[in-house]
């Protein structure tokens, strides 16, 4: 299904009750186009009223799973349950949705009010009703002083929020959005972002935001599913997935700052993570470890770094800085390795300083280095 020519898509069930969120299933849902396997076994309930974020790297399969959640896609095996009934074959206009594109496209001949209202009036919908709601959506979007502009006098920003309204305003039972923000400036993002979660909060209906982005889904999620080759691999609230990551591509997709790997070997008490750091091993680390080799992350935040060597710590170099405004990423050679740490500005270390680092056993991932999955914490 392309993206690319399609308008904010809204479609609804005139005998459901307008905006009457339902819970979703999804249950084994597969598709296989012809020559790819592109959605493989997703399991996935969506509760009525959450904002539930699909993120993952570019062709997992999110906007397909979307489709199929639409109706624009039809799943080759499983089931999509909306309330108590199975809708895998249920075209688009009786599922109660509405849609939103990464590409939007508006009526350009028509002013902020027409557009909001289209889908509405070529329903039939009563005039009066159309304008009433027309009004009520513009004003929980800031469009209200906009009404009567044409399209093309709005700015990126303003244009992608008609989108919204003019999905909105059909009172959808669920909202399914497909990268919505990715076309705007860094600023603008982050502006919408926020609106989305006002939005999200005033209306309360189900909503269903895809991104690649995890800095966006981060920000605006209530859970987030995480997607990989078609896969589920994690279901949680953002601070789940960045503190209980399932494996290691969960512990590296996840955060702003690429998470340190080191491989460790054990040996009764002790680990070594590095020549010239062994580290002992405390024994609720140890009885979770079975093998001698496992794979630990250790995320950027909580490497420390001093200028003095202390109980635990390995001496290392700087090798690069970035200030990233109110922390300061860097590059620090140790062991003949580069580990990142992020550290606040008001300790500032500079190129070729000589800085001491450590890790504590409360903010380190253990992986077992076969499976990947992690064992520590339990
Ligand atoms: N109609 C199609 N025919 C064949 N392959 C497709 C079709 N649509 C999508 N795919 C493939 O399925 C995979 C998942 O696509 P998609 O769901 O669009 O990924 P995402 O939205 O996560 O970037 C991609 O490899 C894509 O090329
Ligand atoms: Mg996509």
């Known amino acids: 299904m392309s993206q690319q020519s399609t308008l904010t898509h809204a479609t609804g069930n005139r005998h459901q009750r307008d905006g009457q969120p339902v819970d979703i299933q999804l249950r ?3 598709k296989r186009f012809e020559g790819f396997h592109a959605v493989r076994g997703v399991d ?17 399969g999110k906007t397909t799973t979307l489709n199929m959640l639409a109706g624009l896609e039809t799943p080759t095996g499983g089931q999509i349950i909306f309330g108590d009934k199975i809708v895998n074959h249920l075209p688009p206009e009786e599922r109660d949705i509405a849609m939103v594109f990464q590409s939007i496209a508006l009526y350009p001949h028509l002013n902020v009010r027409e557009n909001i209202g289209f889908a509405l009036r070529t329903q039939k919908v009563d005039r009066s009703v159309v304008a009433e709601r027309t009004v009520e959506v513009a004003g929980i979007l800031g469009l209200t002083p906009m009404l009567d502009r044409k399209i093309n006098q709005l700015s990126g920003g303003q244009r992608q929020r008609v989108a919204i309204a003019k999905a909105l305003v059909r009172r959808p039972a669920l909202f399914l959005l497909d990268e919505p923000f990715s076309s705007l400036d860094a600023e603008l993002r ?3 972002r926020s609106e989305l979660i006002r939005i ?9 935001f895809v991104t690649h982005d995890q800095e966006e889904a981060m920000a605006i999620a209530d859970r987030i599913g995480v997607m990989n080759e078609g896969k589920l691999v994690q279901l949680g609230d953002p601070l789940d997935l960045y503190l209980r990551p399932v494996n290691t591509w969960i512990a590296r997709f ?9 491989t460790g070997q054990a040996s009764g008490n002790t680990i070594s993570l590095l020549p010239g750091w062994t580290l002992e091993l405390p024994a609720e680390v140890r009885a979770r470890v079975s093998g001698d080799t496992v794979t630990l992350g250790v995320r950027p935040d909580y490497l420390q770094v001093e200028r003095a060597p202390h109980a635990g710590s390995i001496a290392g170099t700087v090798h690069t800085r970035q200030i990233l405004g109110t922390d300061v990423l860097y590059e620090i050679d140790a062991g003949d390795t580069l580990l990142r740490s992020v550290r606040s500005v008001t300790d500032v270390f500079t190129e070729g300083d000589q800085v001491h680092l450590s890790l504590d056993w409360n903010q380190v991932f253990v992986f077992d280095s076969q499976t990947e999955e992690r064992v520590y914490p339990a």
């Open 28 to 30: 084994g849902v597969e």
């Open 44 to 60: 996935l309930d969506i509760t009525s009223g959450e904002l539930l974020v699909l993120l993952g790297p570019s062709g997992c």
């Open 190 to 192: 982050r502006q919408m």
């Open 200 to 208: 999200h909060r005033e209306v309360e209906t189900t909503m269903v």
């Open 254 to 262: 996840i955060g702003a700052h690429p998470i340190n790997f080191l």
